[in-house]
């Protein structure tokens, strides 16, 4: 069930049971829940510890978990046992027409995890699974509900653009967790730069033509993500977070081959990073041969796009370890 918030009131949560009493009615099923997607995936929902095989052969033979709203088709009635079933300690408890049962263990199920409704729910699931002890029932309701309890996402101020959007693509279940973790994550600072009076002096014969290979590498980039990436025709800071999410998203470093990494998605990102230093920080090209020690000057430091670039393209970690993003925020930081 998602939004669960739409099933905070009790009258939103009964026009829900009675929808669903009346499709079992006229649908009869083996089995049927609602409940929190997250929590579902931490009870290991569907399968709950078996292969694949055993799930399918067998399905919902046994009371596996109990939701915030079950029907129990007619034969697992029958091997619960009817009368423990319908003696079953929970908000809602009746029988329909057909034999199955529909159980509901709390009023409201936008708060499954609360203490009291992991209370009911654990009574409820050890009385139709006597084999289950109470206490280790409630230990395990009450880790599930930590692991699901919010957190405040506090990520480190430079990637903070970047790092919202990496929670989405953790499970529901382990997304709290996750978020947690980029909490507590700090990228290394960047060493790809030097003092002014420590640059090294452009040594090409023609530096127009090196800014113009400069350029042709950018529009590389360009070419390969305007689809995936419609923002990088901008070339503005918040595109660098955007290919850097892309990139990570992708795991791109890891992907594809290592050869053709360095020889063709490190020159466009390293010229991008660069242009990008060059329009919205008044950077100046210092051009050089070696394109890796190509560097912009950006107030009293001068940067390496090109060096950057080699170690981000280096694993998908090496994404968030030394983003684009994050070596901009340092540098505008440093140009005021």
């Known amino acids: 069930m998602k939004p669960l918030d739409l099933f905070a009131q009790e009258s939103s949560c009964k026009k829900l049971v009675e929808m669903v009493r009346a499709w079992a009615i006229h649908y009869p099923v083996t089995h049927a829940s609602a409940h929190s997607s997250a929590d579902m995936e931490l009870a290991g929902a569907p399968r709950f510890g078996r292969d694949r095989e055993t799930y399918y052969r067998d399905g919902f033979d046994k009371v596996y978990e109990i939701c915030w709203l079950n029907v129990f088709g007619a034969k697992l009635v029958e091997t619960v046992?009817?009368?423990r079933m319908r003696s079953t300690p929970a908000h809602r408890v009746e029988e329909l027409p057909d034999g199955s049962v529909l159980l509901v263990t709390w009023p409201t199920a936008a708060d499954f995890a609360s203490e009291a409704a992991r209370t009911a729910q654990a009574r409820a699931w050890v009385h139709l699974r006597p084999d289950l002890d109470f206490d280790t029932v409630m230990a395990t309701l009450r880790e599930r509900s930590a692991m699901l309890a919010p957190v405040e996402p506090r990520f480190a101020p430079d990637i903070a653009a970047l790092l919202s959007r990496l929670p989405?693509?953790?499970?529901?279940?382990?997304?709290?967790?996750?978020?947690?973790e980029l909490n507590a994550y700090v990228p290394p600072e960047p060493e790809e730069w030097l003092p002014l009076n420590a640059a090294l002096p452009p040594d090409v014969a023609d530096p127009k033509a090196a800014l113009e290979q400069y350029a042709y590498f950018a529009e590389r980039l360009i070419a390969l993500l305007h689809t995936p990436v419609p923002s990088v025709f901008k070339m503005s800071p918040e595109s660098l977070t955007d290919i850097d999410f892309h990139f990570w998203k992708e795991t791109f470093p890891d992907t594809f081959e290592r050869h053709n990494i360095d020889a063709v998605a490190v020159p466009a990102v390293g010229a991008y990073l660069g242009e990008v230093l060059v329009k919205h920080l008044g950077g100046q090209w210092l051009p050089r041969k070696q394109w890796m020690e190509a560097q912009v000057r950006v107030g009293e430091r001068v940067w390496l796009p090109f060096a950057r670039a080699h170690r981000y393209m280096r694993s998908t970690q090496s994404l968030l370890d030394h983003s684009l993003t994050q070596l901009y925020r340092v540098a505008e930081r440093h140009s005021r």
């Open 81 to 83: 046992g009817r009368e």
């Open 168 to 180: 989405e693509y953790a499970s529901l279940g382990q997304r709290q967790r996750r978020i947690a």
